[in-house]
């Protein structure tokens, strides 16, 4: 099936689909990408090949949303469920696909290649109740470690009957956690760090290749972010150290003057458990963008 950007131009959702694979399958090749798993080592329950499964298994989901004009919160669980069937790692890509459902349904509503974010505005905007109900069924089924709150946690069931008591649609529950949640963040201001995130990989790719582009776009997101897997998992202030600890790094130099200390970098995460999760969830979703506006490499 065809969908038309242009008068001239027709882009099926087959292609959609693959560069929302792709976008999965490059973020987890780049190396180093301090704390998170990719080609040069894996987590103890969590490897390498668990997250090209998981990209290659929820493919029938990301072609079915490139065509679909609604139903945001049952996509991205039956996203989830696709990945999960695949591969016994675990969570691979959970936030990946909260972002990336919505821009890849997006991507199939544009008129042209620049219509991308005014698409993604509207796409998250009309989710519904319905869509809210869904995205918790999805974590109660997988476990996502997130952030306890007092009020609608993603842990009690009972927040399922408080939402449809309240009428909060997915919209509405992410802007109550946007304070706190890089992901949720992104849908109330119009995906703004992924659109950001899109343009420093296409400025970057010719000059230094994909592999150090994503891992510079890395670096740059984690300095100016505190990471919600990092708050999650410990706290602010940890956060904060290593969003510095990257920023001094970027400091000293260009690519070739710094890898040596992105190493390092790396290994001291690793030795901790620090996994920035949540910008490597962005660094997806901005590769998606980039594929889809044509970035060849």
Request: net charge negative; glycine share 6%; proline share 2%.
């Amino acid at each position: 099936m065809y969908i038309a950007i242009s008068a001239m131009y027709q882009i099926s959702l087959a292609h959609i689909a693959r560069c929302a694979q792709l976008a999965m399958l490059l973020e987890v090749s780049a190396t180093p990408k301090p704390g998170n798993i990719d080609r040069d080592h894996n987590y103890t329950d969590t490897r390498f090949e668990h997250f090209l499964v998981s990209a290659v298994g929820v493919y029938p989901v990301l072609e079915k949303t490139a065509g679909s004009k609604s139903g945001v919160g049952l996509l991205i669980r039956e996203a989830v469920i696709e990945s999960s069937r695949w591969q016994n790692g675990g969570n691979t890509h959970f936030g990946a696909f909260i972002l990336l459902i919505p821009l890849v349904m997006a991507a199939g509503k544009c008129k042209d290649k620049e219509d991308l974010k005014v698409q993604a505005q509207k796409v998250v905007r009309e989710t519904t109740v319905e869509d809210a109900i869904e995205l918790y069924r999805a974590f109660s089924e997988t476990k996502v470690k997130v952030k306890p709150v007092d009020d609608l946690d993603l842990g009690d069931t009972a927040s399922i009957d408080n939402i449809q008591k309240r009428g909060l649609t997915l919209f509405d529950l992410m802007e109550i956690s946007s304070s706190y949640d890089m992901i949720a963040e992104e849908w109330i201001n119009g995906f703004q760090k992924t659109f950001k995130c899109a343009a420093s990989i296409q400025d970057k790719i010719k000059r230094y290749g994909i592999n150090d582009t994503v891992v510079l776009t890395f670096m740059e997101l984690l300095s100016s972010n505190k990471d919600t897997f990092i708050q999650t998992k410990f706290n602010s202030k940890k956060a904060e150290e290593i969003s510095m600890r990257a920023k001094d790094i970027l400091k000293k130099g260009d690519i070739e003057d710094i890898r040596d200390e992105i190493h390092s970098f790396d290994e001291e995460l690793l030795k901790e458990g620090i996994n920035p999760g949540s910008t490597a969830d962005i660094i997806i979703a901005g590769l998606f963008v980039s594929l889809f506006e044509g970035m060849r490499f």
